[in-house]
């Protein structure tokens, strides 16, 4: 549903990335991975319209992003959760409202035992009270996921969501993903973890892509 | 009247997406409240003046004096002249010399109770009552002009008018100080809702990128400032009316300055001022919100 069609992306100064194309399928599993600064958090901010492309576009259901209204990009981002490299929350109210922001904010209803099912699956039901600055990187990561997925959005983008968590914890992140995408939704996430990787293949028919000198390619076995 | 009921009422969640900035908070309540009590003034000054004006036109418009200044010999015959000339103008309800007693008691005032009037050439005066339609004073003029001479019309306009205009340059700049009040409420409101926009600058991204519309966050802001505008100006409003209430009471010797406050139906106006003082604020937020939210992805 998501289509890049020959983008281009540079900051103002060289270009970053060139010429990709891509096409997310509904229901497709990807990783991304590349060296650090090779452009895979501004890949996935081009996926959900933060950033427009300086060449080629991106269409969601055959749509230039670029041609959307605000309204229509708020829409946009109702079917698309996002897990933020640096998960930002609102940090005066607690934990459990953070996660149930995408539903209070759009005004669909919140089924409280739904809420405290995903926030012990992350193992955030103890903290579900606590405020965000007080929680640990791991702990903030774990709430975004809760937070991308609890409108069970059709694309779910995730920004290294396992940085800063031990093996057990990435892995029941990872299954949660990977039930997730047995449903249809189509999953993107970007990684360094290799381990994570081949953890969620044996699961999955996931692919890999990598960043390489500004372009996308399909890495390892994939090749 | 629905939409403005839930907008008022709110959903507590939306208002819970802005974080409670005491300092914004105080700032513009006090703000709203300083600008509704001036504006009680303001507005008293504006209805007063225009009273006054009212009063002057009403109470002058409907006299007019001749004098008469002639050699005493002459000065019964000149009188009874202009008494024929005046009964045969239309538009004049009565008129009377004044009689010797009479005039003394007018100049009294200035120049004691021993005034030898018979030795001085004091002019006549004629009291004209003017009917409603009131009379044509410029041919009223030529006519005396034509026969007799020593005859001048003073119909007071030439007095009345400064006056009036006077009360109703008050009155103007009474309503222009109420605009420029609420042209300042704006620019403060405005100057806060930012202040509050760029501390929340988190908020509002995070609401954008989990896909709230601009007009749910907007919202959130607006309702804000609206609600504590319209407390504000309450609270300033109560204040400038007890205020008001407690100036002395209107007296002759007053003139102007006692007749200051509100009369009858005239204490309806200052209500109006904290709604007006709510809509200025939702629309000085509503702009401001969503011209920070436009720069925003
Ligand atoms: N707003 C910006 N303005 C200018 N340059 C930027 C901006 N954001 C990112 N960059 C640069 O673009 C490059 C790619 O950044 P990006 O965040 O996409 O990398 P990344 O692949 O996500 O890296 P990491 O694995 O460390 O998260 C980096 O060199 C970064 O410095
Ligand atoms: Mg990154």
């Given at each position: 549903?998501?289509?890049?069609?020959?983008?281009?992306?540079?900051?103002?100064?060289?270009?970053?990335?060139?010429?990709?194309?891509?096409?997310?399928?509904?229901?497709?599993?990807?990783?991304?991975?590349?060296?650090?600064?090779?452009?895979?958090?501004?890949?996935?901010?081009?996926?959900?319209?933060?950033?427009?492309?300086?060449?080629?576009?991106?269409?969601?259901?055959?749509?230039?992003?670029?041609?959307?209204?605000?309204?229509?990009v708020a829409q946009m981002r109702r079917r698309v959760g996002v897990v933020h490299q640096d998960c930002q929350f609102l940090d005066h109210l607690p934990l459990a409202e953070n996660v149930a922001l995408p539903l209070t904010a759009t005004g669909q209803p919140r089924r409280d035992d739904d809420l405290e099912a995903l926030l012990s699956w992350v193992g955030l039901k103890p903290l579900s009270g606590h405020l965000p600055p007080s929680l640990s990187g791991g702990e903030r990561q774990r709430a975004a996921l809760a937070r991308a997925v609890i409108t069970s959005p059709d694309v779910i983008l995730a920004d290294e969501p396992t940085g800063n968590l031990d093996w057990e914890m990435s892995l029941r992140l990872l299954t949660l993903l990977v039930e997730l995408n047995k449903m249809g939704k189509t999953i993107l996430i970007a990684t360094h973890d290799l381990n994570l990787i081949r953890s969620a293949k044996s699961q999955v028919p996931a692919r890999v892509l990598r960043i390489r000198d500004r372009r996308l390619q399909l890495a390892g076995s994939d090749l | 009247?629905?939409?403005?009921?839930?907008?008022?009422?709110?959903?507590?969640?939306?208002?819970?997406?802005?974080?409670?900035t005491g300092f914004t908070a105080r700032l513009t309540t006090f703000t709203a409240a300083a600008m509704a009590f001036l504006a009680v003034f303001a507005l008293a000054l504006s209805l007063a003046s225009g009273r006054l004006a009212e009063r002057w036109s009403a109470a002058l418009a409907q006299t007019a004096t001749i004098r008469i200044?002639?050699?005493?010999?002459?000065?019964?015959?000149?009188?009874?002249?202009?008494?024929?000339?005046?009964?045969?103008?239309?538009?004049?309800?009565?008129?009377?010399?004044?009689?010797?007693?009479?005039?003394?008691?007018?100049?009294?005032?200035?120049?004691?109770?021993?005034?030898?009037?018979?030795?001085?050439?004091?002019?006549?005066?004629?009291?004209?009552?003017?009917?409603?339609?009131?009379?044509?004073?410029?041919?009223?003029?030529?006519?005396?002009?034509?026969?007799?001479?020593?005859?001048?019309?003073?119909?007071?306009?030439?007095?009345?008018?400064?006056?009036?205009?006077?009360?109703d340059r008050l009155r103007l700049l009474g309503l222009v100080a109420i605009l420029l009040i609420a042209g300042a409420t704006a620019a403060m409101i405005t100057l806060a809702a930012n202040a509050a926009l760029a501390a929340n600058g988190q908020v509002i991204r995070v609401l954008r990128l989990i896909g709230a519309r601009d007009r749910y966050i907007a919202r959130a802001f607006v309702r804000r400032f609206t609600l504590r505008a319209l407390a504000g100006a309450a609270i300033g409003t109560v204040l400038g009316m007890g205020a008001v209430l407690l100036l002395p009471a209107q007296n002759e010797a007053g003139g102007f300055l006692t007749g200051l406050g509100f009369q009858g139906l005239g204490w309806a106006w200052p209500l109006l001022i904290p709604p007006l003082a709510a809509l200025v604020s939702f629309l000085a937020t509503q702009a401001a919100a969503f011209h920070t939210l436009r720069g925003l992805s």
């Open positions: 549903m998501i289509e890049f069609h020959h983008v281009a992306y540079n900051y103002g100064g060289g270009e970053l990335l060139t010429d990709i194309s891509l096409r997310l399928a509904p229901g497709s599993f990807h990783f991304l991975t590349g060296p650090s600064g090779a452009g895979k958090t501004t890949f996935l901010k081009l996926c959900y319209g933060e950033l427009h492309p300086t060449a080629g576009r991106v269409t969601l259901e055959d749509r230039d992003m670029r041609g959307f209204s605000r309204d229509e | 009247m629905n939409g403005i009921a839930r907008f008022l009422m709110g959903d507590t969640t939306a208002d819970r997406i802005v974080p409670p200044s002639a050699p005493s010999d002459q000065m019964a015959a000149q009188t009874a002249k202009v008494m024929a000339i005046l009964k045969e103008t239309p538009g004049v309800a009565s008129a009377q010399p004044l009689t010797d007693a009479q005039q003394k008691k007018l100049l009294e005032p200035w120049f004691g109770p021993d005034l030898p009037l018979d030795a001085l050439p004091i002019p006549r005066l004629v009291d004209v009552r003017e009917t409603a339609q009131g009379f044509d004073a410029e041919g009223l003029r030529n006519r005396l002009a034509a026969s007799v001479p020593g005859a001048v019309l003073d119909d007071h306009t030439r007095w009345r008018k400064p006056l009036v205009a006077a009360a």
